[in-house]
């Protein structure tokens, strides 16, 4: 389904009000056919987009004018007089460790549309997202393909440890936290609760240690109705080919979390379980949009504790200010929890590409931006795609005993109808 082309792509390019010029520096008949037939296919989509080829063995001049190389596409937009340069090696993807061990060169992914859509957005857009990523308690870096997703969505990304500074900084538009391993400090509390209660937008992912193990950020959760559960998540009823702490969670997402969301398949391992309470002002809402099944289990050393736990939680909050003598303004503060670093682990993002965690992440971050779009699309995946199925007791029956039995009855009947005859 290379050539599929998805909703959000559809939808950008339906509300496009400027005139985007696509130039790809290239001999068109020796181009791959995939991305010939892609840019075909993407082009008729919208009629202010424009493909243009450039022979480069006919107009050597015309790469050196333009300052790109040979099989390259250039996106630009006259309006914005912004452009974006993609190369082929972009679009059809190979794999790097494929390379190294056995010298195959062959494309794994195909990155047509998250390239182009990326592109499109960017030259016709002159916003871009700041996303401060903390450092300084063993948070896990994000994975190549994370980052992937954040360039694509036109979001920058900068490191900030918070013992250093006595301030988040004023274009911080995401403070994300990915899976710590040490608590935060007092100061550093002091800090975050100030933040938030400026209107800020802070994002945690909790790594391997539970939150009753963090007291400090467990305090800063608390205050917004957020509670730890002690040890790890098993769910017998959602997991993966009967692997309880392999989790399917069960997705209760609307708005800006539900943007592409269409299998509603995420695969959470590690998890450490999340309760709500009373939020401690009563301008705080709280609500879940990752959950166990009821058959969810909290399980420690000592004991297992059934019940519905959440994976998933948003808090929000309006803060108003000004006083009664100047005009007040509002400003909403966000805080989203998840928990489980997993959740973007690229051993299982690049395992199971059609699962959606990438989609559910990009759209909590996308979340915390004013008038922005999850736009991030993931490569399609080149090679054999495998179904992935929950409980395949009686599937497996079915398909090791069942159709063999159809076909040998099926055989025996009509060899016995012949010999008859």
């Known amino acids: 389904k290379i050539y599929e082309i998805t909703d959000t792509s559809k939808k950008l390019l339906k509300k496009l009000d400027q005139k985007v010029t696509v130039t790809v520096y290239a001999e068109k008949s020796s181009t791959d056919e995939r ?7 993407y082009q008729a989509l919208s009629k202010d987009v424009t493909v243009k080829w450039v022979d480069p063995v006919l107009h050597p001049a015309e790469l050196t004018k333009n300052n790109v190389s040979e099989n390259s596409i250039v996106v630009s937009c006259k309006d914005t007089g912004k452009s974006d ?5 972009e679009i059809l993807v190979s ?3 494929a390379y190294y061990t056995t010298g195959s060169t062959d494309a794994t992914q195909f990155d047509g549309e998250g390239q182009l859509t990326s592109a499109i957005n960017y030259v016709t857009n002159d916003s871009q997202n700041k996303v401060y990523y903390t450092t300084g308690h063993g948070e896990s870096s994000f994975s190549t393909s994370v980052q992937d997703q954040l360039d694509k969505n036109n979001v920058s990304s900068e490191e900030l440890n918070l013992l250093m500074t006595s301030a988040v900084p004023d274009d911080c538009d995401l403070l994300l936290m990915n899976a710590p391993t040490n608590d935060l400090s007092e100061d550093e509390v002091t800090l975050l609760t100030n933040y938030l209660a400026a209107g800020g937008k802070v994002m945690c992912l909790l790594g391997d240690t539970s939150l009753t193990d963090f007291p400090n950020l467990a305090s800063v959760l608390k205050v917004y109705g957020i509670e730890g559960a002690d040890g790890y998540i098993a769910d017998p009823t959602r997991c993966y080919q009967n692997q309880p702490y392999y989790i399917f969670p069960q997705l209760k997402v609307s708005g800006d979390l539900a943007n592409g969301i269409s299998s509603q398949m995420v695969l959470l391992t590690n998890a450490h379980g999340m309760t709500l309470t009373d939020p401690t002002r009563d301008t705080i809402t709280t609500s879940a949009f990752m959950e166990t099944s009821e058959n969810g289990y909290a399980v420690t050393e000592s004991e297992q504790k059934q019940g519905t736990y959440e994976l998933g939680i948003v808090a929000t909050e309006t803060i108003s200010s000004g006083d009664d003598s100047e005009e007040s303004s509002t400003t909403e503060a966000r805080l989203t929890v998840i ?11 690049d395992a199971f590409s059609q699962l959606e965690n990438a989609q559910i992440f990009m759209n909590a971050v996308s979340a915390n931006f004013d008038g922005v779009q999850n736009l991030s699309i993931e490569a399609k995946s080149l090679g054999t795609e495998y ?3 929950q409980h395949a007791g009686l599937f497996s029956l079915l398909v090791i005993f069942g159709i063999p039995a159809v076909i040998l009855i099926a055989g025996f009947s009509v ?7």
């Open 35 to 41: 991305i010939r037939t892609f840019l075909n296919k």
């Open 339 to 349: 928990s489980a670093g997993s959740l973007i682990d690229q051993n299982i993002t």
């Open 387 to 389: 179904n992935t199925i």
């Open 95 to 97: 794999d790097a460790y």
């Open 85 to 89: 340069t993609i190369t082929f090696d």
């Open 415 to 421: 060899w016995f109808r012949r010999r008859k005859a």
